[in-house]
């Protein structure tokens, strides 16, 4: 079935992005966004923990006299509400200080999968790019932000907002870690973040699957200091096998020689790696 094929291969995608990140040639790639994570998460932690108290009282100051009753399980939801606003914030964060090094690490991932040399980019090209890739950042912010919001106020209904709440925010989380870190490979060849969306909705069952084994990670405290270069590794492995085929041409004949993509093909050449053999076939089938 077309749903068990592209469960596999997004798990197949998670997994090479952990085996991607020991390569030799990434390493020095991936520390630079491990240490901000690092520093990011300490000072957003020290900020929750000193405010927490303040912000648990101002959430439970929505709660009307008539449903006092609830206080107990209100208060429960607020604790998790507030964990969830640290969770939004730390991704957010994170994207806007780590993209332009994501999208270099995207790049040298790229090389080595294809054997192809990228365009030389000279440091002045790459500053020159960092606007763009923030400007990536915020399309994904405002993509987001409304739904996020939605989702936060209906959290306060009784019984939506503690079964259904719950489960559309964790599938809809999932399908932002899937677009925030494709996003990577995607932007880097010039493709759309329109373009980008429809793609990935082509595959949807592997896109969820991969961004809801991401999610999952950002749960678990030290690994989500480490799975945001798993993720971009990860993401880039699936932009090469299942959409860099169609869309390759596409993005250099927009963007030429100014592109950050790769160049015109040559032998392989590059560091070989060896991944994991899970027969998944490139070019899934779209979801209908």
């Known amino acids: 079935m077309i749903e068990e094929k592209e469960i596999k291969s997004g798990f197949h995608y998670f997994v090479m992005g952990w085996h991607l990140i020991t390569q030799k040639g990434l ?20 900020l929750f923990i000193t405010q927490i108290s303040g912000m648990i009282d101002w959430v439970m100051g929505f709660l009307p006299s008539w449903l006092d009753w609830l206080s107990s399980i209100m208060f429960v ?32 991932v790229e090389k080595m999968l294809t054997g192809e040399n990228l365009a030389d980019v000279t440091m002045a090209d790459f500053i020159k790019d960092v606007p763009r890739m923030l400007g990536r950042e915020w399309q994904k912010l405002l993509y987001s932000l409304p739904i996020y919001i939605a989702l936060f106020l209906f959290g306060f209904m009784p019984l939506l907002g503690q079964i259904v709440v719950p489960i559309v925010a964790f599938a809809f989380t999932a399908w932002m870690m899937a677009i925030q870190y494709c996003d990577y490979p995607f932007d880097n060849h010039k493709i759309s973040f329109h373009t980008m969306r429809i793609k990935l909705k082509e595959n949807r069952i592997q896109s969820l699957t991969f961004g809801g084994l991401i999610t999952l990670c950002t749960f678990a405290p030290v690994i989500n200091l480490v799975v945001i270069p798993v993720a971009v590794c990860g993401a880039t492995a699936m932009w090469v096998e299942t959409y860099r085929k169609e869309l390759y041409g596409q993005a250099m004949g927009k963007s030429g020689k100014n592109s950050t993509a790769v160049s015109t093909p040559k032998s392989a050449s590059g560091t070989e790696i060896s991944t994991p053999n899970t027969n998944i076939q490139p070019n899934n089938p779209p979801i209908r």
């Open 27 to 46: 390493r020095r790639f991936v520390i630079m966004p491990i240490l901000l994570n690092v520093l990011l998460m300490t000072g957003l932690l020290w």
């Open 77 to 108: 939801m607020s604790l998790a509400m507030i964990l969830i606003l640290f969770y939004f914030s730390f991704t957010m964060l994170s994207g806007f200080i780590a993209a332009p090094f994501n999208g270099l690490l995207a790049e040298k």
